[in-house]
């Protein structure tokens, strides 16, 4: 677990075709319409450009909320056989999650007045899900989304 922190949050920014560094809180905003972007230049369905664009918009805001800064790196990989696949990958060097199961509880929170879907929500909205975090390194969520025949 450790070493797979490190490693997702030491992936090269040059292997994703777009990176939004996170920073302010408009940050968050521009990230999202950039996964939109990505999604509806795929052929995602809207129902889909949607999943994808408020996965984005959540990982970022939980990236600005408790570690203040990171970045969002999303990028598209073709399968042999099937439609695309967006993979977004959320970074960040803050606190850490101390136990991720009990983050993924849904409704589970240490932020008041929480209005968002959180990490339970995401995980629901994609087809590929992960988190690595480890307190005193920082926390990468992998998640992907596959487009649909349709
Ligand atoms: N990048 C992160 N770094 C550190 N802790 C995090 C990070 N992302 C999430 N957490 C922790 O996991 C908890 C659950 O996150 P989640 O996004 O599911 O809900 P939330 O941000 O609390 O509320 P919301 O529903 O508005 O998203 C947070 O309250 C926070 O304690
Ligand atoms: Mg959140």
Redesign the pocket.
Known sequence: MARKAKELLDIPADDFEMVVRIVREEDIAVARQMAKQLAQGLGFSLADVTKVATAVS?LA???Y???QT?KIMIRKRLEENGGPTIQVVAV?R????EDVDL?LTRG????ER???????GIRRLMDFFEVV?EVGTG?AVVVEKRRRKF
């Not at 929480?114 to 339970?120: M, Q, T, Y």
């Open positions: 959540e805001r939980n990236i909320r408790y570690a990171g960040d803050g606190p850490g999650i983050v589970y929170t240490t932020y929480s209005l968002g879907i959180g990490l339970s975090s926390t």
